[in-house]
């Protein structure tokens, strides 16, 4: 199931990355994890939830594991120690530092991935080139929210693969990030390697010619919300300078 088409594409896009920068800017783990919330709760509305679930579930838990093994275990700032294996300490500051950060990361990814599997690939398509943009531009994007499905079914593949291969893959955590590298690599160079067919396809169909282009996908643009999409780009703009204010030094809290 697709959003309304009521929702022009260039809104979700807007909507999704200034939410994105802004929970960045914010860095403050309520609000990652309201904006984490709220993106699942869309998704399911819009039927798509386990897709998006399953998706974030395949990036974000290798990335939590690494997040808490190095910051937990090796954060050089930290001071109150609640455990020590040798050069390993287990930090309260640590641990703060890892679930701020997993949190910030996971609200970006599920509010990417919610746009990337509700958004219409063709009417992004045309709305792009509707504002002059290069045509491969909008195919290389189509062609990236097209790939995200299938990259967690592609993951469990090639997981399936290398175990029936041999390779022990449901051990402790150790095991399991070791074997993070053993799935990503294959992973990459698969989507690559398609990257390239759909590249070489559209380029034998004449998509990188120059001269003018005739579109015959219409999409509705209203006016509310090419208004809605500059407030909130200044509303973004707005949360990064104050976070950069802040962040100066000498400055008070802002």
Do not use: K
């Amino acid at each position: 199931m697709r959003a309304p088409s009521t929702l022009h594409p260039l809104t979700s896009l807007t909507a999704a990355g200034c939410t994105a920068v802004i929970t960045t800017a914010a860095g403050t783990w309520p609000l990652s994890l309201a904006v984490a919330l709220a993106a699942v709760v869309l998704a399911r509305r819009a039927g798509a939830g386990r897709r998006v679930l399953g998706t974030a579930a395949a990036v974000l838990l290798p990335l939590g594991l690494s997040l808490l093994l190095l910051h937990g275990l090796f954060f050089p700032e930290g001071r109150t120690v609640l455990a020590a294996w040798g050069p390993a300490r287990v930090t309260a500051e640590g641990l703060a530092f890892a679930w701020e950060a997993g949190t910030r990361t996971g609200a970006c990814v599920l509010v990417l991935l919610l746009f990337s599997f509700t958004v219409s690939a063709p009417d992004l398509v045309a709305a792009l080139a509707a504002r002059g943009l290069p045509p491969q531009f909008g195919f290389v994007l189509a062609s990236a929210l097209t790939l995200l499905p299938a990259m967690a079914g592609r993951l469990e593949r090639i997981r399936a693969a290398q175990e029936s291969r041999g390779l022990v893959l449901r051990g402790g955590v150790l095991p399991r990030l070791a074997a993070v590298r053993l799935q990503m690599v294959p992973l990459v160079l698969g989507l690559i390697e398609e990257s390239g067919n759909r590249a070489q396809a559209l380029d034998a169909r004449g998509f990188g010619a120059a001269g003018p282009r005739t579109s015959y996908r219409q999409v509705t643009d209203p006016p509310a919300q090419r208004r809605l999409r500059t407030a909130m780009l200044l509303l973004t703009a707005a949360a990064v300078a104050l976070r950069l204010v802040a962040s100066w030094p000498g400055a008070g809290p802002v």
